[in-house]
């Protein structure tokens, strides 16, 4: 009897522990599920509703439910799910199921109040991650390893290079601001990752969505963070970076000039001609553009609903429902309420990422202007890590939200962190 007994507790105690950790492993896989794999993004995310329902807490639904950081999004997906009624667009029902992550803020808000360490495990998964990738792209551009895309003129690992070269340039953002918090060796480690991570997105890999996001993030966060001094150092260094980027050659500046060389010849084309003309990177976002303001036109306020963009050039056999632009789908979709609804949900982001300390204001408001500016060039909210990765920092900053008139988090939010501060958790 005696032995039952301490078996039933020993086994009473390994489940308690493992649903202790289950919330940091959780969060760690989610932060290395990102740039790495959507199978591991989907297995995080089930892992999260599960560690939620182990600890529900009614009252903090209460007030997040309140908070436009998390009604908003349902909005933008509940006026996109009713056009379905409504609108019979073939790709109506895949874009729907697609932008199902807006509901996801909730439970993941709850989720990382669940411990002040989920943040930092978060992004701790996120930035091993990143490193790992830098390490492997390495490997296949100078080695020729036979890693991910197994090609040396464009070294991706597990994503495209789209993705790829938009997260790298993210964790570049966290290395670059921990080279102005510490010391010694640790900030040599932080400058050689950053500088290796600077040399992927600019030099290595084919997408200049990376470059767009590298230097709005890395250029808002020096601006609202350093110093005077500083901020001339850095600038200094951009500017003879450039000068290396315009007069050395090198495969990002032959980049740039092929955008805007694709773009020249699509502006030439004549009207029959178009679409073969603009059938290339650059050239397709202008095409798009035009085709987009026709639908605007013939719906302006409430849109042709879910999948209601399409663009086609049947001499080649393509065919797109998405204008690589999150603006323009918004609009063409759910029209001008959805658009002012899209546009209202990223003020209250900005709001409320200013009403924080200093720290957690300056990065925060440096990755939202990266993702917006890089939303114009491509539909982050309809792609799965870029989405997810946007819908689980929204999640991080309603969590902060909760917390941010208390004594605890301000002490906590001026400390020097490796990552950024976390809230205080609850018992």
Known sequence: MTASVCCSAREGSAIRQCK????????????????????LIQLSLVLVLLCVLFRWDGNAVKVLIQNPLVWLPMAIFSLLALSLLWQQNLYGLEMVAKYRKLLYVLPL??????????????????????????????????????????????????????TQNFFMALAALFWFKNIFLYQGIKRWAYAFLFAVALYNVLFMLLGRTGYVALIVAIAVWTKLSLPFRQQLMVATCAAFLACIFIMVPNRGHDRLQLGMQEIDECSAAAVEEMKLSCHSSMGLRKAFLLQSWQFIKQAPLFGHGAGGFFYTIPTVGYKVNNPHNEYLLQTVQSGLIGLMLFLGWMLSIFRAAWQQSSTIKNLFIALFSSYMICNLFNSFLLDSSEGNFFIIVTAILASYSMYSKTAAFEKMSNEKCDLIPTPPGRA
Not at 27 to 38: E, Q
């Open 109 to 162: 808000a709850l989720f990382f109040l669940l411990s002040p360490r989920l943040i930092d495990d978060f992004i701790k998964g996120f930035l091993l991650a990143n490193a790992v990738i830098l390490v492997m792209s390495l490997l296949i551009a100078v080695f020729h390893l036979p890693f991910g895309s197994y090609n040396p003129l464009n070294p991706t690992v597990f994503k495209l290079h789209i």
């Open 20 to 39: 202790e950790m289950l919330p940091s492993v959780t969060a760690f896989l989610l932060g290395i599920a990102l740039p790495s794999s959507t199978f």
